[in-house]
């Protein structure tokens, strides 16, 4: 059974870059979308973006430019970097997928339990 | 970009009782609405995709229903596990995005 496992550090201070890997376990990484969706305490949820294990990225238009996603296949790994980041970046990250390979579906049915990010000084 | 208002943002019914949210997007769609169930602490949970299909393994008490702009999710008998914070999310251009959520409570 596929699980999705975020990591990184809990806290960021403002102006530097939010780094998060995401681990897949129990399945193979390639043949599908992965996304970044976050979610500050209280607050609704916003998609960051998504890569698919060729490379090829889509990011929301509101993040665009502070992000950059990559993905290991060989660690089954991917990643988000999210840079300048201020004190409005701080939530729970979550790392999601459509656990069917090779669609295109856009929605999410495989998540990560979400890894909380703080930036503060 | 297309924007999702959802409605109510929260709501108290009892147990038994039907319940309906609304997402109303900014402009077609089609069926690219997908409904998620999220309780606190956890990550969400897909329930509806395409606006009307239901997720392998939930409970037939959950239904989604609509096309181009307007959307409507039901559950037809209120139960106490449903107690959650509802999102309608759209994929219809690739800047996907949620709803505000509805959080469900029981009165």
């Known amino acids: 059974q596929v699980q999705l496992q975020e990591s990184g550090p809990g806290l960021v201070k403002p102006s530097e870059t939010l780094s998060l890997t995401c681990t897949v376990s129990g399945g193979s990484i390639s043949s599908y979308y992965w996304s970044w969706i976050r979610q500050p305490a209280g607050k609704g949820l916003e998609w960051i973006g998504r890569i698919y294990t060729s490379g090829s990225t889509n990011y929301n238009p509101s993040l665009k430019s502070r992000v950059t996603m990559s993905v290991d296949t060989s660690k089954n790994q991917f990643s988000l970097k999210l840079s300048s980041v201020t004190a409005a970046d701080t939530a729970v990250y979550y790392c999601?997928?459509?656990?069917?390979?090779?669609?295109?579906?856009?929605?999410?049915?495989?998540w990560g339990r979400g890894t909380l990010v703080t930036v503060s000084s | 970009d297309i924007q999702m208002t959802q409605s109510p943002s929260s709501l108290s019914a009892s147990v038994g009782d039907r319940v309906t949210i609304t997402c109303q997007a900014s402009q077609d769609i089609s069926n690219y609405l997908n409904w998620y169930q999220q309780k606190p602490g956890k990550a969400p949970k897909l329930l509806i995709y395409?606006?009307?299909n239901l997720e392998t393994g939930v409970p037939s008490r959950f239904s989604g229903s609509g096309s181009g702009t307007d959307f409507t999710f039901t559950i037809s008998s209120l139960q106490p596990e449903d107690i959650a914070t509802y999102y309608c999310?759209?994929?219809?251009?690739?800047?996907?995005?949620f709803g505000g959520g509805t959080k469900v409570e029981i009165k």
């Open positions: 999601a997928t459509r656990a069917v390979a090779g669609t295109e579906d856009w929605y999410f049915d495989l």
């Open positions: 395409d606006a009307s």
């Open positions: 999310q759209q994929y219809d251009n690739p800047a996907l995005t």
